[in-house]
């Protein structure tokens, strides 16, 4: 009995392991609003500050909170796998968990601009009333979400 007991436990292991690897776990503007161009109102104010524009210097908020992040992002899928492999957790919870830790981690690059990125005109700075690269009404920064797929259709997202 005790074998079957366990290789019905690995067997469900197995399940959630490949549902977890099914999943993309996208971070960034999620938003129900789309432009004329088929694009989010907020991801296109992103994508300025991230690449930059003729106006805009570029401010990659985005890919430095990937490029610091390495071992932080690692170490995060690894506890997430041991909860599940540990059955604390199934694989959803799992990808919720990894989702609202990359939006932690791309908020907290977009609040730390004013130590990395290029300082604000000063004629931005009188226009919006602040110093502060990235951050004017909070919008953008409230706007960072996650979604999960599976086979290229969202099944869970943060909004």
Do not use: C
């Amino acid at each position: 009995m005790a074998i079957f007991d366990s290789h019905a436990r690995f067997d469900k292991l197995l399940l959630e392991l490949k549902q977890f690897e099914s999943f993309d776990i996208r971070i960034g503007f999620i938003e129900p609003e789309f432009a004329d161009d088929g694009s989010t109102y907020m991801a296109q104010v992103a994508a300025w500050n991230e690449f930059g524009t003729d106006d805009i210097p570029a401010r990659p908020f985005l890919s430095r909170a990937l490029d610091t992040n390495h071992d932080k992002i690692r170490e995060q899928f690894r506890k997430e796998i041991n909860l599940i492999i540990e059955g604390k957790q199934d694989a959803m919870k799992a990808a919720k968990r990894l989702g609202i830790f990359g939006v932690s981690l791309v908020k907290k690059s977009i609040r730390d601009s004013r130590k990395w990125a290029e300082a604000n005109a000063d004629s931005t700075i009188e226009q919006k009333g602040s110093s502060k690269p990235l951050v004017d009404t909070g919008e953008m920064l409230n706007s960072v979400g996650w979604v999960i797929e599976k086979n290229g259709s969202p099944v869970a997202s943060s909004s």
